[in-house]
């Protein structure tokens, strides 16, 4: 039988505007035209989580709309504005590599985004140039271009230019936001609550550099916590030579900065631990260091007995790459967030990608939690029985089945992070399994098609009309894949199912042929009696198998299904019994007659049964079915194979 297989869409594209064509806007660019041969994680890339996220790929970004005030970038094309003054950065992307763009630069407001010692400063290629030209309409520009996620990249202390000009425009436009600077919007609750209203996400504050000043000075004094020295002070020294931190001269701009860098570190002491005025961080122009950041770290502290202990360190670092693949990871994970339907501050996102989210954790926590959150894209319901003590055909024996199986898929989805909603039926009922299969596609259908929406499910209903319920559930909703479990089924109901992704269970089939050849290989019976135990389609594949395998032998295969037929047959001659579950195992055992027989399931449960029945009925082998559950998640047809177990 022939099984499709999904394959995950990649590349999907994500529509970016850019406020603010500095440095790090730059950097940014540049690491979209270098990695855009990249197609999936064969390749570890240095600076971000994962090179896909969800689907989406670092060339995934498709930047259509840039917003800068200078003169020399405004008017022009995104390849000539990159690298116009005052833009300083390292350039790691060949420019013959950068192609050609229809996107122009356009005038954005300028409010408080350009302090006015940077306006006075005497050399014009260090500083801005203001252009002079009126400011689009931004809100009109997001929705022309379609834009799916803004990025912030104003200079530092732009409080106004963000909160009262762009944030409303992009609320009103519909956008997500990726704020990389310290104007304080996811972590302040008001502005948080503003998007969240509006059903948009947002992944603020002050984007956390790969390996900054502070993510240094942040995790040393984790250690230092977790070791059980204590701090008496700390320093933090910065130096750069980029507009970033010439604008951070004017000191009521240089003061956002600092309090986004303290609350990153702070956070990891109790109160009074370490007073705010023993944590000492600053940041100095140096005009010759272009975008070259240096940064001196030092902590002084104590350890047993009091003994002084101090840790200096000394940080080099190109400060706009540093950040840009940070930012790459933001731009995809809040375009995964507005595919989930997810609003107001990502909280995960925030914390392992920002210096000032709302929440602070520990490095190592909030990646944790990222990691769950990137891993949680699908929804999934998985259909099953709960065959309990109380009700189950053949009594608690034949529970353990599905119980063992259900609770191996909830184990495994734990392990991988997933979702996982298991419906039952509590008996083998095709109306109930029709109801659930119902139920389940409407569960499905309440998500966000940014889920992988996945139904498990086992095509054995016998009978028309179940399968004419099943193939009319799942094909109103072609968005959600279904896979078969534990029961294959015949061509013309899955012909009927377009949305038909695999199956994962036994090899049916084979599983009868596997029956068959055990118990003609240790017994010399004329005629293979095979009890049928129910309508079901995995069941007319084993007895195929049965029958092949027989054939093949020169032996007579005779199917009852029901308890006189059974008796009759086993009456006449030299017999051997097939059972294709347990239920058939249980028919043989009680018959009068003796014979040997070859059954499916586990052999304790065929132990217990024949125990209970003081039967002297002689079983040569056991094949168990065993597996779906923990391939369950596996994205892909997984064939298990019977197995033989001792009878």
């Not at 500095?22 to 600076?47: E, H, P």
């Not at 920002?354 to 520990?362: A, F, I, L, N």
């Not at 193939?471 to 899955?494: C, F, G, M, T």
């Amino acid at each position: 039988m022939f099984w499709t297989v999904q394959k995950k869409v990649l590349g999907k594209e994500i529509r970016v505007c850019f406020i603010g064509a500095g440095n790090c806007w730059c950097s940014v660019m540049q690491g979209i035209y270098y990695y855009k041969n990249l197609k999936d994680d064969g390749m570890r890339v240095s600076g971000i989580m994962h090179n896909v996220i969800c689907g989406y790929l670092i060339s995934s970004i498709n930047v259509r709309l840039v917003i800068d005030i200078d003169v020399r970038k405004v008017g022009k094309k995104i390849k000539e504005a990159m690298f116009a003054k005052p833009n300083c950065t390292k350039i790691f992307c060949r420019k013959e590599d950068i192609p050609d763009s229809d996107v122009v630069v356009k005038m954005g407001y300028v409010s408080d985004g350009v302090a006015p010692h940077m306006l006075e400063y005497p050399n014009k290629d260090k500083t801005f140039v203001i252009a002079n030209e009126e400011p689009v309409n931004f809100k009109e520009e997001l929705i022309k271009e379609k834009i799916d996620v803004v990025v912030c990249f104003l200079p530092t202390g732009s409080q106004k230019a963000v909160k009262e000009k762009y944030v409303p425009d992009i609320i009103a436009a519909g956008c997500g936001f990726v704020n990389g600077i310290p104007v304080f919007v996811a972590s302040d609750e008001k502005m948080a609550e503003k998007f969240r209203k509006a059903g948009l996400p947002v992944i603020g504050d002050d984007v956390k550099s790969l390996l900054g000043s502070t993510v240094l000075q942040r995790v040393v004094a984790w250690l230092f916590n977790l070791r059980g020295l204590k701090i008496i002070d700390s320093c933090q020294l910065n130096y750069g030579g980029n507009t970033d931190f010439l604008n951070l001269a004017m000191v009521v701009r240089k003061i956002f900065k600092i309090i986004s860098k303290k609350s990153s570190i702070l956070c990891f002491f109790k109160k009074d631990e370490l007073k705010e005025e023993n944590l000492v961080i600053d940041a100095q122009y140096v005009p010759y260091l272009n975008d070259n950041k240096r940064a001196v770290i030092e902590f002084n502290a104590t350890q047993f007995g009091d003994v002084p202990t101090t840790l200096h360190m000394d940080l080099s670092v190109e400060d706009s790459p540093n950040s840009a693949g940070i930012i790459i990871d933001a731009i995809r994970l809040c375009k995964v967030a507005m595919d989930r339907g997810l609003c107001g501050p990502i909280i995960p996102a925030c914390a392992h990608l920002m210096k000032h989210p709302p929440v602070q954790m520990e490095e190592g926590e909030a990646r944790e939690e990222l990691e769950r959150f990137i891993a949680d894209s699908s929804r999934n319901v998985i259909i099953g029985h709960n065959l309990t003590k109380d009700n189950a055909q053949s009594g608690d024996v034949w529970s353990e089945y599905w119980q063992e199986e259900l609770a191996a898929a909830q184990d495994k989805a734990r392990e991988l992070k997933r979702h996982c909603e298991i419906l039952t039926t509590d008996r083998y009922d095709n109306d109930q399994t029709v109801d659930r299969v119902e139920e389940g596609v409407s569960y499905l259908s309440e998500f966000p098609d940014g889920y992988e929406k996945n139904i498990y499910l086992p095509l054995s209903a016998g009978e028309r009309k179940h399968k004419e319920r099943i193939i009319k559930a799942l094909a109103s909703h072609p968005e959600i894949n279904v896979w078969a479990i534990n029961s294959e089924s015949d061509e013309d109901y899955l012909e009927g199912i377009p949305n038909i992704r695999g199956y994962i269970g036994v090899d049916n089939f084979r599983l009868g042929q596997m029956l068959c050849e055990e118990l003609l290989a240790h017994s010399s019976v004329l005629k293979v009696i095979v009890f049928k135990h129910q309508e079901n389609s995995s069941l007319d594949l084993r007895i195929k198998g049965v029958r092949d395998y027989a054939e093949r032998s020169g032996k007579e295969v005779v199917v009852c299904t029901n308890d006189q037929e059974l008796k009759e047959v086993v009456s006449f001659g030299d017999i051997g019994g097939i059972a294709l579950g347990i239920r058939g195992a249980e028919k043989f055992i009680k018959l009068s007659s003796s014979f040997v027989f070859t059954s499916v399931d586990t052999s304790p449960r065929i132990a217990k049964v024949m125990a209970d029945k003081n039967t002297d009925k002689k079983i040569l082998a056991v094949f168990t079915q065993k597996g779906m559950g923990e391939n369950i998640f596996n994205g892909r047809t997984t064939i298990i194979n019977p197995v033989r177990v001792t009878a």
